[in-house]
């Protein structure tokens, strides 16, 4: 456990928790605790590298697109959605 680690985390939260709005909009409700999480597992390995622990706007931009892949693949198992060469089609 590192403290500054456990700082960066807190106001994280804090942020999107003021915000709300911001966070629905990128990752969506539900997946706010495993967001946060990998938020945090990404600013320990940023430490075992050296590296400064904040992290960057694509490293955001890698966990949100993990996330959704995880989202579409359940969507895709349900048969919510088709996928076709043009896309994933809806299938209401």
């Not at 106001?11 to 539900?30: K, S």
């Not at 050296?50 to 966990?63: E, N, W």
């Amino acid at each position: 456990m590192n403290i500054d680690v456990e700082i960066y985390i807190k106001t994280f939260i804090n942020f999107f928790e003021n915000n709300p709005n911001d966070l629905l909009d990128l990752i969506g409700d539900e997946l706010k605790e495993v967001f946060y999480d990998k938020v945090k597992e990404q600013c320990y390995k940023n430490l075992e590298k050296g590296d400064d622990i904040v992290l960057t706007q694509k490293q955001i931009i890698d966990i949100v697109v993990g996330l959704k892949k995880g989202d579409i693949k359940t969507l895709l198992t349900h048969g919510v959605f088709q996928k076709t060469n043009f896309g994933l089609f809806s299938l209401n």
